[in-house]
């Protein structure tokens, strides 16, 4: 069973269970992205107790995928990075 971390425990979609979020999912960051493509903003939520991290997502506005890599230092970000694929 996967936590439902955005809509809470009260909020459901059909179908699907929803519990709180607490520890090892709770979201410590979020992050602005700006896509290299399209040039629109969207957040990207981000835990930083896991330290860095590099991925591959795609815009929440054109879909086209772009290459994250985020930098966290003594549990801070300290640096993003943002690439077209």
């Not at 879909?63 to 300290?78: E, F, K, L, S």
């Amino acid at each position: 069973m996967v936590p439902d971390i955005f809509t809470g425990p009260d909020v459901s979609p059909a179908g699907c269970v929803s519990v709180r979020a607490e520890a090892p999912w709770f979201v410590r960051d979020a992050l602005a992205i700006e896509c290299p493509q399209c040039g629109e903003t969207f957040s990207l939520a981000f835990d930083v107790s896991e330290g860095s991290a590099e991925f591959v997502i795609d815009c929440e506005v054109c879909c086209r995928p772009m290459a994250v890599a985020v930098r966290v230092t003594d549990g801070a970000v300290d640096g993003v990075e943002i690439a077209e694929c």
